[in-house]
């Protein structure tokens, strides 16, 4: 079990790599199925794991260029409030309820990912000095990052599904920049939501550790590996899958 968990650690980074989010909606019940964690070890678990490998990723976008960093920062401070918030309402949640809430988010990530949004144009540069334009998105961006935030906390998703349509249609980026930015916000998002359950649970830390480098090394081989599939067919099947995990978590823990 602890080598097939180890496994698909992999194909969590991949995701993160290729469409920048869906990471850490695998990685949840990936600890909980598959290497047998608690709902709330695992939740806090999979923030370490997304949050590193999304903090790698981010890194290698904005090293290509394809990352808008005052938009990131931005909407990734409003995100930490929220998350550190989250994680504090999650001690009022029993371990059921947290993954049946979890699956409802999955049914959700997989409607916003089976709607065809329209690219951003590019025509902010949201990284211009111009204090208008931050002011503006300071107002668009404050109320998502919270909400993305909370669930973040509460349930232990990096919220790069949210992240990715709010940041095409609110910050107006292009899709190559979005990827990018969503990855800082997702580590900043996932930092401050680990923060919230410090001193309340205890880690298997060796097995984070190497479920955290197997991720990493997937995100880097999807980073590569995204010039070569379409984005709409990859986030179709990402949507289907999703689905039939939420129901599978649903029918576990509904009693």
């Known amino acids: 079990m602890t080598f097939l968990g180890l496994l698909l650690a ?3 980074g991949v995701s993160l790599g290729i469409m920048g989010a ?13 290497l047998g964690f608690g709902a709330k070890e ?22 290509e260029g394809q990352m808008r960093l005052r938009v990131a920062l931005i909407f990734g401070v409003f995100a930490m409030v929220g998350a550190y918030g989250g994680a504090q309402l999650a001690s009022f949640f029993s371990d059921a309820a947290q993954l049946i809430l979890f699956a409802v988010v999955m049914l959700v990530a997989a409607f916003v990912m089976l709607r065809e949004e329209e690219p951003g144009k590019g025509g902010e540069d949201a990284d211009s000095p111009g204090g208008y334009a ?24 990096g ?6 349509p709010v940041l095409v249609l609110l910050a107006d980026l292009p899709m190559k920049a979005t990827v990018g930015t969503s990855l800082l916000v997702i580590a ?27 991720a990493v090394g ?7 590996l995204a010039q070569y599939f379409s984005g709409v067919v990859l986030k179709r099947g990402f949507a289907v899958f999703l689905v039939l995990m939420a129901v599978f978590i649903l029918y576990q823990n509904w009693r």
């Open 10 to 12: 992999a194909l969590i």
């Open 22 to 34: 869906g990471g850490s909606i695998i990685t949840v019940p990936i600890l909980v199925y598959v």
């Open 42 to 63: 695992a939740i806090a678990s999979s923030l370490v794991v997304v949050g590193v490998t999304s903090l790698l990723g981010a890194l290698a976008h904005r090293h």
């Open 134 to 157: 931050v002011r503006r998105m300071v107002i668009r961006l404050a109320a998502p990052g919270i909400a993305v935030g909370i669930l973040t906390g509460l349930v232990g998703v």
């Open 159 to 164: 919220g790069g599904f949210l992240i990715v």
């Open 188 to 214: 900043m998002n996932s930092a401050a939501g680990f923060a919230g359950y410090l001193g309340t649970l205890e880690l298997q830390w060796a097995l984070v550790a190497a479920f955290t480098a197997l």
């Open 218 to 224: 997937g995100s880097f081989a999807g980073t590569y």
